[in-house]
């Protein structure tokens, strides 16, 4: 049964043992999964579509013949869903698109005395994006991988996805791919797809770079296979910090721990308070909804609440553990903000569930996990870029190569002193 764990915040070694934040536990944890799927890995590498199909078979209990979806069932997806779905992915559509358009990057040019330096931006030419399924297909997902890099202007998007038991893929997600003008979808999922995605088969063309959430085995592969392919970043099981006072209901406030509980069995959820009354207020109320869970529920997944000596401390909490969702339902959410200095997502007052970010209020639900908020950020049109700078020295500013040609000489580079030199004494 889940759990509702009430403490004092005494330390962060005590957060890093509640929440499994120990460097060195999780570098083991990661071993362990990267050991199951490196096989996956090398069969896919190795035999292509028939290991493709003997890991579908195996893990979703689907016998694949064909691992391209048609255009024709695609086309259905949309035609399948009802009116009131299709304006919910609309809206959600059209407010991801207006964020995210800020996030365009153009190439720059400056000049530095008589020379010119500068960086080109392009767009990566071949993208797949990971949409999970499991319990739940996440038509949510698809439009949170896929405006952004139409956005940064993506020639070709591939979309990767478990089928189910029958072989088909959920509607809602074709719905997506079809009003998105996606026509390209895989009925893979899992490690097998990533590595599909990665190496090619005789039905995939190997993809540039693999963007998107999944679960374990999907980030594994993701994490061995970076650098051969490009990857977004490792997004693991959900996780939420709310740092709270009495101008939210407790009764809210439980209920944005419960959706985030319901996630995943390894998702986060943490209510951070310098006031007892309503930690206890959230609790009980925690416990009243409890009594009666929707089927969907995760009730092993644990639940924290900690009482912090005050305010400034629950900010240098949210710091340390660097969230993936980070709630600020205070009295002054932002004069808090000036506070943060690491999240991935952030969301102000008591009217900004994270639930309101998973479905479309516009930044992207892609975000960094286990603290990666420290070194990382939510997926973006800037992921899809690639950028080269470039040099055009002017040839009456050569004196300076004499100072360069004096590093390379330090560092026993005989052939770079010497094509420096040449220049400087033309």
Known sequence: MTEIVLKPMISTEQLERDLRFNRHDLFEFWQGVEREVQPIIEAVRREGDQAVCFYTEKFEGCTLRDLLVPQEEIKKGWQGV?????????????????????QTMTSTLYQRNLSYLGELVHSIERVGCYIPGGRFPYPSSCLM???????????????????????????????????????????????????????????????????????????????????????????????????????????????????????????????????????LAVKKRLERELQNVP????????????????????????????????????????????????????????????????YGYGPNHVLPTYQGARFASPLSVRDFYTISSFIFPHPRETADYLYHATLAQKEGLWYHYKSLLARFRK
């Not at 009495?246 to 069995?265: F, K, M, R, V």
């Not at 529920?297 to 009482?307: H, R």
């Open 295 to 358: 089927f969907s529920f995760e009730k092993s997944v644990p639940l924290f609440l900690y009482q912090v000596e005050s305010k400034e401390v629950a900010f240098e909490v949210a710091n340390f553990l660097a969230p993936e969702h980070l709630e600020l339902a205070t009295h002054t959410p932002f004069e808090d903000l000036k506070k943060i200095q690491r999240a991935g997502s952030i969301f102000l007052g008591p009217y900004a569930p994270v639930a309101l970010g998973d």
């Open 145 to 279: 991988t896929i405006i952004p890099a139409q956005i940064a202007g993506v020639k070709e998007i591939a979309v990767f996805t478990p089928p189910a038991a029958d072989g088909s893929v959920s509607s809602e997600i074709l719905a997506c791919c079809a009003l998105l003008g996606v026509h390209e979808v895989y009925r893979i999922g899992g490690a097998q797809a990533i590595a599909a995605a990665c190496f090619g088969t005789e039905s995939v063309k190997p993809v540039d770079k693999i963007v998107g959430p999944g679960n374990i085995y999907v980030t594994a592969a993701k994490k061995l296979l970076h650098g051969i392919v490009g990857t977004d970043l490792l997004a693991g099981p959900s996780e939420v910090v709310i740092i709270a006072d009495e101008s939210t209901p407790p009764e809210w406030i439980a209920l944005d721990l419960l959706a985030q509980a319901e996630h995943d069995p390894m998702s986060l959820a943490i209510l951070v308070s310098w006031q007892e009354k309503l930690l």
């Open 82 to 102: 009802n009116s009131k779905l299709k304006k919910a992915i609309a809206t959600a559509l059209e407010k991801i698109r207006d964020f995210h358009l800020h």
